[in-house]
């Protein structure tokens, strides 16, 4: 399968802590990207990081790649109750994406 | 500028009918695909279309089809709905140039049950 998948597949954590979640992927890509979704809305363009690059931020997310391993991972600092959500890697060349399983955090206020 | 519009929101069908959607891209964006979400199979691929062709499809029966207009508008068909079809589908458009990808925008779904 083309599909990322991210670990871990759900996360709790207090108000103010740093959550990290991780996606591994199997093909070669020509990006990855992350979105955010609220139960039962569309998902959220977060961030894109291209094969190119190592590490990317935008805000409080801080997003690396490592494609030698086929990895990549998603932090948020100084999380907020509003952070709670799913998160979702994508993968894919060109335009077309595969998203994986998702990891359900909870920020706790 | 307005965001990805789809239309309806809900949808309860009977099985064996079949459904039309509506996904109204971004202004400029001449990329549209569609997926198909449920919680036991996550989010699946259905088809992606770039001026009016479909350059992309996932591995979804016949039953599943698209199109898109000249006007990048997109819509996307199930006949013979089955129980199984019951799922958020959710379009999301994107402004790609050849390999180049800038992310997709998505639309806040249509939430079909079939009964």
């Known amino acids: 399968s083309q599909q990322g998948e991210e670990d871990p597949q759900a996360l709790s954590i207090q108000e103010g802590e740093n959550a990290t979640m991780n996606c591994s992927y199997k093909t070669s890509i020509n990006n990855l990207q992350w979105y955010r979704q609220n139960s039962g809305r569309g998902l959220v363009h977060l961030i894109l990081i291209r094969s190119n690059e190592r590490e990317k931020h935008s805000g409080r997310l801080r997003v690396t790649l490592d494609t030698s391993k086929k990895s990549s991972s998603l932090l948020i600092t100084a999380s907020r109750a509003a952070d709670t959500a799913s998160y979702f890697c994508a993968t894919g060349t060109g335009n077309q994406f595969y998203f994986g399983t998702g990891t359900s955090l909870t920020v706790i206020p | 500028k307005a965001g990805v519009t789809q239309t309806p929101r809900y949808l309860i069908k009977t099985r064996g009918q079949q459904v039309t959607l509506s996904c109204s891209p971004i202004s400029g964006h001449r990329s549209v695909s569609w997926y198909q979400q449920t919680p036991g199979q996550g989010l699946q691929f259905l088809f992606e279309?770039?001026?009016?062709?479909?350059?992309n499809k996932g591995n979804f029966p016949g039953r599943f089809s698209g199109r898109q207009f000249s006007n990048s508008r997109s819509e996307m068909n199930v006949s013979t709905l089955e129980l199984g079809d019951s799922a958020l589908y959710l379009c999301?458009?994107?402004?790609?140039?050849?390999?180049?990808?800038?992310?997709?925008?998505f639309g806040s779904g249509t939430r079909l049950t079939v009964v």
């Open positions: 999301a458009s994107s402004l790609a140039q050849g390999s180049l990808s800038y992310g997709y925008t």
């Open positions: 279309y770039f001026s009016e062709t479909q350059r």
